[in-house]
């Protein structure tokens, strides 16, 4: 296995096989993984909030789906991806907390699910693989030789996609 690279809250990170790029404790965050099928490079964004237009401090661009899987797109090329060939999976997005309310703004995670969604769908990066929502956490390990995501979610186990 290769070097494992630590991929903290409101980060971004990327790598060439063998290298294995991990986060840990995804609860309403998304981690965002897009993976090169070819040239065996793969990115992963731990992204916490839908958008940085609604935010006035946006200076951490990982932080938001928008500006983080560009930037991690970005980062990627510069490593060899080619755009034609990225796919993409994605982990968490969890309702971590029951409110009575159930105003908009308490479900982060479901909207952080959706902007994920949408700003891969406008790179035309496909989801070929998903494991979002619920109310667990999550840490995953996605493994540049395969494309495998492993999923290991807190009180039901391991998982790949």
Same mark, same amino acid.
């Given at each position: 296995? *290769?070097?494992?690279?630590? @991929?903290?809250?409101? =980060?971004?990170?990327?790598?060439? %096989?063998?290298? !294995?790029?991990?986060? +840990?404790?995804? *609860?309403?965050?998304?981690? @965002?993984?897009?993976? =090169?099928?070819?040239?065996?490079? %793969?990115?992963? !964004?731990?992204?916490? +909030?839908?958008?940085?237009?609604?935010?006035?401090?946006?200076?951490?661009?990982?932080?938001?789906?928008?500006?983080?899987?560009?930037?991690?797109?970005?980062?990627?090329?510069?490593?060899?991806?080619?755009?034609?060939?990225?796919?993409?999976?994605?982990?968490?997005?969890?309702?971590?907390?029951?409110?009575?309310?159930?105003?908009?703004?308490?479900?982060?995670?479901?909207?952080?699910?959706?902007?994920?969604?949408?700003?891969?769908?406008?790179?035309?990066?496909?989801?070929?693989?998903?494991?979002?929502?619920?109310?667990?956490?999550?840490?995953?390990?996605?493994?540049?030789?395969?494309?495998?995501?492993?999923?290991?979610?807190?009180?039901?186990?391991?998982?790949?996609?």
């Amino acid at each position: 296995m *290769g070097e494992l690279i630590k @991929v903290g809250m409101a =980060d971004l990170n990327c790598t060439k %096989s063998p290298g !294995v790029l991990t986060t +840990l404790g995804l *609860g309403s965050c998304v981690g @965002v993984c897009i993976y =090169d099928t070819y040239n065996k490079v %793969s990115g992963m !964004v731990h992204v916490m +909030l839908p958008s940085s237009q609604q935010i006035k401090n946006n200076s951490n661009v990982a932080k938001f789906a928008d500006t983080g899987i560009a930037k991690l797109l970005e980062d990627m090329q510069k490593l060899g991806a080619n755009k034609n060939r990225l796919v993409s999976k994605i982990a968490g997005g969890a309702q971590m907390f029951n409110f009575n309310d159930s105003s908009d703004i308490m479900r982060i995670g479901s909207r952080n699910v959706t902007a994920t969604k949408e700003v891969l769908q406008s790179l035309n990066i496909p989801i070929i693989a998903e494991d979002t929502g619920g109310s667990h956490g999550r840490t995953i390990e996605l493994y540049s030789e395969s494309g495998i995501l492993l999923i290991k979610t807190i009180g039901l186990g391991t998982k790949q996609i």
